[in-house]
């Protein structure tokens, strides 16, 4: 998302990312790595579970597969959270202007990320 910060920019969209982290490690990871839109610390994961996101087990988190989409992921320049519940998984939402939630993904694992052009296209 970093990346893509002109095109949002470009299309007036407000973009926030949560983490399931501190304040203090939230702020640590954003400014680490340069992002310039919000970044929110959820340390309870509330909103993850507002948003139905789930915990991830051991086989969602070591698997082998799992393990190298991980570092393909992490090669890309996405790392994982920021401490706080490290078997916390992810997600991805467009919300309209009126509220309407657009798209809605939930990551079946660490490396189960939305390409752009999906969240792009729904915006």
Not at 13 to 33: E, K, N, W, Y
Not at 73 to 83: A, C, E, H, T, Y
């Amino acid at each position: 998302m970093r990346d893509s910060w002109p095109e949002f920019q470009r299309r007036s969209t407000t973009v926030a990312a949560v983490a399931p982290g501190s304040a203090d490690r939230t702020r640590q990871l954003c400014d680490g790595h340069r992002i310039q839109f919000r970044c929110l610390a959820d340390p309870d994961c509330e909103a993850y579970r507002a948003f139905g996101l789930e915990r991830g087990g051991i086989a969602q988190l070591m698997g082998p597969d799992i393990m190298l989409k991980t570092m393909r992921s992490m090669f890309r320049g996405n790392f994982g959270p920021p401490g706080g519940d490290v078997f916390q998984l992810g997600g991805a939402f467009v919300i309209g202007k009126d509220g309407i939630i657009r798209l809605a993904h939930a990551a079946h694992d660490p490396s189960d990320l939305v390409p752009m052009d999906t969240i792009f296209a729904h915006l």
